[in-house]
């Protein structure tokens, strides 16, 4: 039985359906799966990742760019989704170091490049030829609103934006499940939510999946 968060946007017992559903039998992923609840570390739910994992398999990527790469759970299920290449930004050296020794055990080391640096920085840094199929936003939730601009222009005519976690436990749709103290994310993430929806280069669905999802194309 999963725990469940009594906060999540969605009941526990379709949760508990849809987690019934998804299973990958792949022995690595499981252990970081395990490490992850052991350690605290927040990776994509299982819902979340089987729709990101369909998403790749359908876009069939060159290139794809991630923010936030914690353990390397996210990046490693995208690359056995899709032929492609993966660079993924991590600003905590210990969790880069961990990633990248995962990715080394999942084989992909030629695939995923773990690039250690704060996002918000790096990302006007890379260049326009290094155009991205999907870029997935799993990083500094405050700073989405900073990192979108830079996101379009990175993204491929027809590429996607994943974006998790922005119904934040329902918070960024209603204030009476703000907790004070993420007042200042919810807020940013709520005007993350706007910007993405007004955004001319972008068509947006907003999903209540796991956390929260958004998939944006780039029109
Ligand atoms: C939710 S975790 C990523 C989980 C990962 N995508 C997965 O599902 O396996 C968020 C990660 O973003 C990193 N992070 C937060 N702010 C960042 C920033 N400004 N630049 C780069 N990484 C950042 C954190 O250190 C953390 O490891």
């Known amino acids: 039985m999963i725990e469940y968060d009594k906060n999540a946007i969605v009941p526990p017992y379709i949760t508990e359906y849809l987690r019934d559903k998804i299973t990958h039998g792949d022995a690595l992923l499981h252990e970081m799966e395990e490490y992850a609840v052991e350690r605290s570390v927040p990776i994509v739910e299982p819902e979340t990742a089987r729709f990101l994992s369909v998403v790749c398999r359908a876009v069939k990527p060159k290139k794809i760019l991630e ?6 759970y996210s990046a490693i299920l995208m690359a056995k989704a899709a032929e492609c290449e993966i660079s993924t930004l991590e600003y905590d050296d210990d969790m880069a170091r961990i990633a990248r020794e995962n990715i080394e055990k999942a084989g992909y080391a030629d695939k995923i490049k773990v690039i250690e640096a704060d996002a918000k920085d790096y990302l006007s840094y890379i260049d326009e030829d290094e155009i991205f199929d999907i870029i997935f936003l799993d990083g500094p939730k405050a700073h989405y609103i900073y990192m979108l601009d ?16 922005v119904l934040y436990k329902g918070m960024t749709a209603d204030d009476n499940h703000v907790v004070r103290r993420k007042i200042t994310i919810v807020k940013r993430l709520r005007r993350y939510v706007d910007m993405l929806m007004e955004n001319k280069e972008l068509e947006t669905a907003i999903l209540p999946l796991g956390d929260g999802v958004t998939v944006s194309v780039k029109i």
């Open 150 to 165: 830079e996101c379009v222009r990175l993204l491929k005519k027809g590429g996607i934006i994943v974006t998790d976690n």
């Open 67 to 72: 923010v936030g790469a914690a353990i390397g």
